[in-house]
T-cell receptor
């Protein structure tokens, strides 16, 4: 099945700095990747959909200038949290689109803590 | 607005009992249904998928689908403490699209 590799698994950064999270498809080419955010004891919230070679599609309420998404190749999508603040501390998860009738394959997630 | 609803729990069952997790969805045209398990601090992992009305069994897990009632459930037999996790129900509108809707999840606690 599809394998998605996500790095880093955890990161601590100072308020005001930027953090980049990478999501790679290891055994398939992904023209689309999905980025989710999950706060403690809450469900997954879709933030945006990255599209290879074109602009990402952001969900309502998600600041596109703060959460920069780049999908420069068929195997790599990145999410950069710019000027991070403590309220951005969360669990960020990428996922690959499913094949016919299949479920999502998720990356291992990135725990971001902004201090 | 397509919605997927689950009881947030926590649902507590004793070890060895059957745990029953329920999910309802609003989009009558939904075609594919999935159950994910998420341990604390980890990303979700797919444990079951079901597409047709009726039951589908995989080991200790049984998924049940009733499209007329817009209801899907997951039964876990012989529950183990290692089954303690949050279970997410996900619904896909069609088999070709990428439009998934996730439920809020039910926290299951299996007591030794």
């Amino acid at each position: 099945g599809a394998v998605v590799s996500q790095h880093p698994s955890w990161v601590i950064c100072k308020s005001g700095t930027s953090v980049k999270i990478e999501c790679r498809s290891l055994d398939f080419q992904a023209t689309t990747m999905f980025w989710y955010r999950q706060f403690p004891k809450q469900s997954l919230m879709l933030m945006a959909t990255s599209n290879e070679g074109s602009k990402a599609t952001y969900e309502q309420g998600v600041e596109k200038d703060k959460f920069l998404i780049n999908h420069a190749s068929l195997t790599l999508s990145t999410l950069t949290v710019t000027s991070a603040h403590p309220e951005d501390s969360s669990f960020y998860i990428c996922s690959a689109p499913p094949g016919w009738g299949e479920g999502y394959t998720f990356g291992s997630g990135t725990r971001l803590t902004v201090v | 607005q397509k919605e997927v609803e689950q009881n947030s729990g926590p649902l507590s069952v004793p070890e060895g009992a059957i745990a029953s997790l329920n999910c309802t969805y609003s989009d009558r045209g939904s075609q594919s249904f999935f159950w994910y398990r998420q341990y604390s601090g980890k990303s979700p992992e797919l444990i079951m998928s079901i597409y047709s009305n009726g039951d589908k069994e995989d080991g200790r897990f049984t998924a049940q689908l009733n499209k007329a009632s817009q209801y899907v459930s997951l039964l876990i037999r012989d529950s183990q403490p290692s089954d303690s996790a949050t279970y997410l129900c996900a619904v896909r509108a069609d088999n070709y699209g990428q439009n998934f809707v996730f439920g809020p999840g039910t926290r299951l606690s299996v007591l030794p």
